[in-house]
């Protein structure tokens, strides 16, 4: 048996790296990509899922993470910086332990998920938290970067987006082809961006008939691409994307344009019901960022906009348990209450509705 060797290893012929680069790996890469038999019930295309939270931190940016800080500790580099919804934090402190550097990560105050904060105290990040959103964070860490000796690992970084693209040559290995359709939360648009560049180089390259058509989700409340115009102050529950001026805008447009794609605004309280319906009808848990792609296809089926029998993937990019508290939540708001029980066999069959 042989183990997936993380990103790098595994399309180094694909990636900007030669035999003396210093790989920083933790495994990353190789997700499942699974059947979604419920979610093609209810829309009538044949949907995959490309699970993302199964990568080391429980997040996508572990692809361009492991090759940003390769990149940086190539260069001899000694502190990384990245500004961070949660995820990206998460990420940057984790590679930065494993390649013995300091990370250093500026967060909106109070606004990212608990799970994610954790994981960069537990990785041992610098972690600053700004009294601003996610924006002014990016900001500042572009200033910083420009300023003083410190790697920026934000998507901006171009490193971050190669390794990016690894997923849709995994969705194109598996599938034989890329799909149709090909939907994905939007924050930044990097992720959008990757993907995209992934298709275009396995077209390329002979591995893909085509490109799919991408559509991308953000939320109604941080929908800068979609409304045209930065938004001042972003607000939804998916904090991974409360992002009101995205930092590859333009190339997501691009991007857009080149494969006949998409984007669209999805209200809160869809995203939730979409994790629910991921969460029960699929057994995969993820984050209410995550759960936008769901809700992009739900939406989009409902409109009419699928074709029937049409293969789609979903990139559900950052795992339930980063944020667990919106499944503790109905959706009237108020707290689900585990049943308590005594320590008695009748009594918990009873509650379970069995008979002997
Ligand atoms: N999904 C999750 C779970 C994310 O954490 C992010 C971005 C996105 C989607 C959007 O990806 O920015 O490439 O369009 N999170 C960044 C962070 C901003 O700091 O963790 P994008």
């Given at each position: 048996s042989r183990q997936w060797r993380g990103v790098i290893r595994e399309y180094a012929d694909r990636?900007?790296?030669?035999?003396a680069t210093p790989i920083v790996t933790l495994g990353e890469g190789g997700t499942p990509l699974l059947p979604a038999p419920a979610l093609s019930r209810r829309t009538?295309?044949?949907?995959?899922v490309k699970f993302e939270g199964m990568n080391p931190t429980g997040s996508f940016k572990d692809r361009g993470m492991t090759l940003a800080v390769t990149k940086a500790v190539e260069h001899g580099a000694k502190v990384v910086i990245a500004a961070s919804t949660g995820n990206t934090s998460a990420s940057a402190a984790a590679y930065a332990a494993h390649a013995g550097i300091t990370a250093a990560v500026l967060v909106p105050e109070g606004r990212i998920a608990m799970g994610k904060l954790s994981q960069a105290?537990?990785?041992?990040?610098?972690l600053l938290q700004v009294q601003g959103n996610f924006d002014d964070c990016l900001d500042l860490a572009r200033e910083l970067a420009a300023t003083y000796p410190v790697h920026l690992v934000n998507s901006v970084n171009n490193d971050r987006i190669e390794g990016q693209k690894t997923a849709a040559f995994e969705v194109v290995e598996v599938l034989g082809d890329a799909p149709d359709l090909h939907f994905i939360p939007v924050g930044n648009a990097g992720n959008y961006t990757a993907y995209t560049r992934g298709y275009r180089e396995d077209?390329?390259?002979?591995?893909?008939t085509r490109m799919p058509r991408m559509f991308g989700f953000q939320a109604s409340g941080s929908a800068p691409i979609v409304r045209g115009e930065p938004v001042k102050n972003p607000e939804?529950?998916?904090?991974?994307?409360?992002?009101?001026?995205p930092a590859s805008w333009e190339l997501a447009l691009q991007a857009r344009d080149e494969t006949d794609g998409y984007f669209g605004a999805i209200?809160?309280?869809k995203i939730l019901e979409a994790q629910r319906i991921l969460s029960t009808e699929v057994g995969i848990f993820v984050e209410p960022a995550s759960a936008i792609s769901v809700a992009g296809l739900l939406e989009r089926s409902a409109a009419g906009a699928v074709p029937s029998g049409a293969r789609v993937v979903l990139t559900v990019t950052g795992h339930g348990l980063k944020d667990p508290q919106w499944a503790l939540r109905l959706p009237d708001g108020s707290e689900v209450k585990p049943t308590v029980v005594p320590v008695d066999v009748v009594a918990i069959a009873q509650v379970l509705g069995l008979s002997a």
């Open positions: 990636l900007d790296v030669t035999d009538g295309a044949d949907v995959w105290i537990a990785h041992n990040a610098k077209v390329a390259a002979g591995n893909a939804t529950i998916a904090s991974a994307i409360r992002i009101g001026n209200d809160d309280d």
